[in-house]
């Protein structure tokens, strides 16, 4: 049990340690890259919870998205070292997009 830790660990930076998009990505880059294994490419939820049409976050303000992806929430892991507001502002129109049909 006690060698099992370190494995964990190891396991654990590995999936946190998220590669930044480049500088001039679209939202639907990001999202692609960042969140699609977790909220699945039509955002229809997957591990995570739906982000499309209908969902909770779509009746939410720009700010809810914002902070979950920033400081992360519940098993989401942080985004604010791999993003900058202009690639954030990109990911959440691109979310917005989608939820708007
Ligand atoms: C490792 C998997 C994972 C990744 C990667 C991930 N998320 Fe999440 N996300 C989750 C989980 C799990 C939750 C639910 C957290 C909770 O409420 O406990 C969540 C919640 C959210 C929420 C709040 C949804 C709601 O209705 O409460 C938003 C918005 C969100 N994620 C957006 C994103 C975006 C945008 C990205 C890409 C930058 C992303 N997530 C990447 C797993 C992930």
Redesign the pocket.
Known sequence: MRKAVPVLLLLLVAACSVSRPEPDATGEEI?TQ??A???AADLSGA???P?GPE???SVQPDA??EI??KQG?????S?SSALDDAQLGR?VAY?REVQSG
């Not at 929430?73 to 892991?77: I, L, N, Y």
């Open positions: 999202y960042l969140c294994n977790c909220h591990l995570g919870p982000l969902s909770n976050s809810f998205l979950s992806i929430r519940g098993r989401m892991p985004f990911l979310i």
